[in-house]
């Protein structure tokens, strides 16, 4: 071993006999002067470290009882400058990842000779780099050149490689001794594409330099995308070679086109869109549009890109615009009318949704606004007809007072003249009895006629309002007790008692039993009619049902669903008509139901289905009622 002052590269191997036989030969053949010592087993080569000095250690990924990584680790503790290179040659393997992160100077694959070629040129390198040895200057520039991140790389005269960057070596799939002084693809690339000879018109100093981007085919196949720039390298002013720096941008113009794509895409949603669409500045400026707002507004799209939102703002004014911009929320949509103008002046009413996003690295406002013209025009025309029926209604209260207390009045005074008068008749003048009988009747039909609009107007100017918990009992007793006095030849009867419950429904519901009560004694022949009336509760609890039997004339199977409609029965019918109707709309509204049954012998029964309100139903439960 020499002492260090001959200047040659005191070098340790760590390795198998082949491996050192290797590393031997092929130092030998660098220009530089090395002292090689070798060893089997890191323990060896620790123990040499102990009594002398060496500028670098080349160690196999085996090092006896310990892998390279582990030996590394021993080194360290002795000296952490020391330029420590790992040689992986195939047997045993430890990836230059792992490698690199422990702390390895460099890591070289061998294959063949070429590869301890390789790995003679980085132990050179690696000892210039640290200053143990005066070495060459053009091994350090070598170093430099090698570290660059880029395709950096010598040409010369005839566009081969002299020197290459590691960075491109890479993407030839080579290292650089492996590349030099073959033939450059992209040299021959650029002959292709470019006329004449660009290469030698910058050997002569025709141009400066050579810069563009192509599409390069790499040894294995793969098509990749390089940007370049090609500059003459003179020595004494006379040009000996071409300086040439690349980068593969494969993967920045797939980005780019991958953005482009969903740009496009993104336009064309937008465009699809009939809305129309605006990204705006802080300051108000228009910086995007879609279609429809090109189509609606009549402006070109470049136009409208020139121009800011107070320009087709015909609602706000400038100052209110520029408030709501400035006040939108940061985690929240605002959304507000107003009403734009078009290129021909028209204006139409609008409501924009407007949100903050980040547009080109900047934060702008996103807004979507929706022509609502159709929903004003039926909001205008809503609110005609909530008037009108607003007008009417208040009309339609004028006629049931007028009904309610003047008709009725009159009726009633003619009812006790008919009552007096009857009076006074003979009892053996039948026919004048008659007559006066015929008159009581009407007249009482007349009031009745006047408590049915009376209910209708009620029920018509009700609807909408809730059900409420209403005690059945009093109210049934209430209306069978005024059916007794209308009607005293009539015998009503009720066949058991009337449950204690509570049924969803309203201040109407007398009208139901009212109308009922009132249709079993009017449609019957006889003189001394009879009702039956029961109640009974469904097996869960939560319905009850009324049934109120006669003995009339019945109804026939093909009229028992048309019997309630509106226009089933005219006026001059001995009832009413529009009573059942009125049943039938008020039972809709409570969430029951009501039907018509034949009656044994004779007759019919009508009956109502009602929900309880302790049956754990609320108001809005509408499921069909069961009959039983």
């Not at 879609?290 to 004014?317: F, K, P, Q, W």
């Not at 003995?551 to 509106?566: N, P, Q, T, Y």
Request: a negative charge; charged letters at 30%.
């Amino acid at each position: 071993m020499s002492d260090g002052g001959s200047g040659a590269v005191e070098l340790l191997v760590v390795a198998s006999l082949g491996v050192t036989a290797a590393v031997a030969e092929a130092v030998r053949r660098r220009e530089a002067q090395f002292e090689v010592e070798t060893v089997r087993t890191a323990t060896g080569a620790l123990d040499l470290l102990e009594d002398a000095d060496f500028d670098c250690v080349v160690s196999a990924v085996d090092a006896g009882e310990t892998d390279a990584l582990g030996f590394l680790t021993a080194i360290r503790k002795r000296d952490v400058e020391l330029p420590f290179l790992v040689v992986a040659d195939g047997e045993h393997e430890v990836t230059a990842s792992d490698a690199l992160d422990a702390g390895v100077t460099d890591y070289v694959r061998a294959r063949g000779s070429e590869g301890y070629d390789e790995l003679a040129v980085r132990v050179e390198r690696a000892v210039a780099a640290t200053g143990r040895r005066a070495v060459d200057p053009s091994l350090v520039y070598e170093r430099v050149f090698e570290q660059i991140l880029e395709g950096a790389c010598l040409y010369d005269r005839d566009g081969r490689f002299v020197l290459v960057s590691d960075y491109l070596a890479g993407f030839y799939g080579a290292t650089p001794a492996e590349l030099e002084g073959e033939r450059s693809l992209l040299v021959e690339r650029i002959r292709e594409e470019r006329t004449g000879d660009p290469y030698q018109q910058l050997l002569d100093g025709e141009v400066d330099c050579l810069e563009g981007e192509t599409e390069l085919v790499t040894p294995d196949g793969e098509s990749r995308t390089l940007s370049y720039r090609f500059a003459p390298f003179r020595v004494t002013d006379e040009v000996v070679g071409v300086i040439a720096v690349s980068r593969d941008i494969t993967d920045r113009r797939e980005r780019e086109q991958k953005l482009k794509r969903a740009r496009e895409e993104y336009q064309e949603l937008i465009d699809g869109m009939n809305d129309t669409v605006w990204v705006i500045d802080i300051d108000s400026h228009i910086l995007a549009v879609n279609e429809t707002a090109v189509e609606l507004l009549g402006y070109s799209r470049d136009e409208l890109l020139s121009m800011t939102v107070h320009d087709i703002d015909a609602g706000l004014s400038d100052e209110e615009a520029s408030a709501l911009i400035s006040q939108m929320p940061t985690d929240g949509t605002q959304v507000f009318e107003t009403v734009h103008r078009a290129k021909n002046g028209r204006e139409f009413p609008v409501e924009i949704s407007s949100s903050l996003v980040t547009y080109r690295g900047e934060t702008v406002v996103l807004s979507v606004a929706r022509d609502i013209t159709t929903r004003k025009r039926y909001e205008a025309e809503l609110r005609e007809q909530n008037r009108l029926l607003e007008t009417q209604r208040d009309e339609l209260e004028v006629l049931n007072q007028v009904v309610r207390h003047d008709v009725r009045n009159d009726l009633q005074l003619v009812t006790a003249y008919a009552e007096l008068l009857a009076e006074r008749v003979d009892d053996d003048d039948n026919e004048a009895r008659e007559y006066v009988e015929i008159v009581r009747k009407r007249a009482n039909h007349a009031v009745e006629l006047t408590e049915t609009a009376r209910d209708m107007a009620e029920m018509m100017g009700g609807r909408g309002v809730e059900n409420e918990r209403v005690p059945l009992r009093p109210v049934l007793e209430s209306e069978l007790a005024s059916l007794r006095d209308m009607a005293p030849d009539a015998t009503v009867t009720v066949n058991s008692e009337i449950p204690a419950v509570a049924v969803l429904a309203d201040d109407m519901l007398g009208s139901v039993f009212r109308n009922l009560l009132t249709n079993a004694v009017q449609h019957t022949d006889k003189d001394e009619p009879t009702v039956d009336i029961s109640v009974s509760e469904t097996e869960r609890g939560d319905r009850v049902v009324v049934r109120v039997a006669d003995d009339g004339r019945g109804v026939s199977d093909e009229r028992k669903e048309a019997i309630f409609a509106k226009d089933e029965k005219g006026l001059e019918s001995r009832g009413t008509g529009l009573g059942l109707y009125l049943v039938q709309s008020l039972v809709e509204t409570y969430g029951g139901d009501v039907w018509v049954e034949d009656n044994d012998p004779c007759g019919s029964v009508f009956a109502v289905e009602l929900r309880t309100a302790d049956g754990g139903q609320d108001g809005s439960d509408q499921s069909s009622p069961t009959r039983s």
